[in-house]
């Protein structure tokens, strides 16, 4: 069994950046972890994922080249920063993990509580 726990979310006027934090309990470098998110009104969608070992990457083409996932697997930390932030960035962002080597899959095993973010102009 593994926890996710999220931090990091707050208030950002648009173009700031902040970045989000995803502490793991039990054997972080067994999990692929991604990043989903959840718009008012919305369906969660993924935002990015890494392998195990973060030299796999994938992004949503909505933030690619903005955002940049990443992960310390000696802080059992996986991490999101977030630049040139918009309006529609704003949402809760949810961790993920899967037990796998590879990426996550399309619906993670393993669940955060979500952190919000909200981004103003």
């Known amino acids: 069994q593994v926890q996710l726990e999220e931090s990091g979310g707050g208030p950002v006027q648009v173009g700031g950046s902040l970045k989000l934090s995803c502490t793991v309990s039990g054997r972080f470098s067994d999990y692929a972890m991604g990043w989903w998110r959840q718009g008012s009104g919305s369906e969660r969608e993924f935002v990015a994922s890494?392998?195990?070992?973060?030299?796999?990457?994938e992004y949503a083409r909505s933030v690619k080249g903005r955002f940049t996932v990443s992960r310390d697997n000696a802080k059992n930390t996986l991490y999101l920063q977030m630049n040139k932030l918009k309006p529609e960035d704003t949402a809760v962002y949810y961790c993920a993990a899967d037990r796998s080597i590879g990426l996550v899959s399309s619906n993670p095993h393993y669940w955060g509580q979500g952190t919000h973010v909200a981004v103003s102009s």
């Open positions: 890494l392998n195990w070992n973060g030299d796999d990457t």
